[in-house]
């Protein structure tokens, strides 16, 4: 098998991928990269997120789909990197998002640098892990997540699993948001609550 071969290609046979542990990054596979302007709602300051988008709109994070099929019989995996940097105060984030799936658990492995796991739940509870290397998060099911870097200079680089057919649902967290923020508080991460979040 090839170097190119796709998951999605060759279910029924093993796959590799080569991911560099210091960048996060397959140079066989491109991966999904988010801007800051992909990151329109999600941040508290509406005027330091404008300023920075028209200031070269900085890459945030960036993370990798392997093709698996949805099926409950498949494992999801990938690599996820969060850049370091600031909106106003607020840390660079993923989006975040719940599972289409509900009830479908996540874990995170990270590989290198500093963070925080955000989660909660549709009913209200806010769960906060830390990143470090080393460090495995275990998702629960019916938890939304967002992976947040608060590290200065460091990306946060996370591996991630999940069920073949979990799905995402993006949507939810892009019209409500996250109940709660993570802000630089001087030099250390706080969790305040979000003005922006919709119930």
């Known amino acids: 098998m090839t170097e190119s071969t796709t998951v999605a290609e060759a279910t029924t046979v093993a796959v590799a991928t080569q991911f560099d542990l210091a960048t996060g990054l397959a140079e066989s596979v491109p991966s999904l990269r988010r801007p800051l302007s992909a990151m329109t709602g999600m941040y508290a300051d509406t005027a330091a997120f404008e300023a920075a988008v028209a200031d070269g709109d900085p ?3 960036e993370f990798y789909d ?3 099929p949805a099926l409950e019989t498949e494992i999801a995996y990938g690599t996820s990197i969060t850049y370091p940097g600031k909106v106003g105060d607020e840390y660079h984030m993923t989006k975040g998002h719940f599972h289409e799936r ?6 995170y492995f990270c590989l ?8 909660e739940s549709p009913e209200g509870d806010v769960q906060v892990e830390e990143f470090a290397p080393g460090r495995a998060v275990y998702v629960p099911g019916r938890y939304a997540h967002r992976s947040v870097n608060t590290s200065p200079d460091e990306p946060l680089i996370t591996f991630f699993a999940f069920p073949g057919d979990a799905g995402h649902d993006y949507g939810t967290i892009e019209t409500k948001g996250f109940r709660k923020i993570v802000v630089d508080r ?3 991460p706080e969790l305040l609550d979000n003005p922006r979040w919709v119930g």
Do not use: P
């Not at 509900?102 to 874990?107: F, G, K, T, V």
């Not at 290198?112 to 989660?119: D, Q, T, V």
């Open 186 to 188: 001087d030099g250390e």
């Open 102 to 107: 509900l009830e479908s658990a996540e874990i």
């Open 112 to 119: 290198s640098g500093r963070g925080l796991m955000l989660m």
């Open 59 to 61: 890459l945030t994070y």
């Open 66 to 68: 392997m093709g698996v």
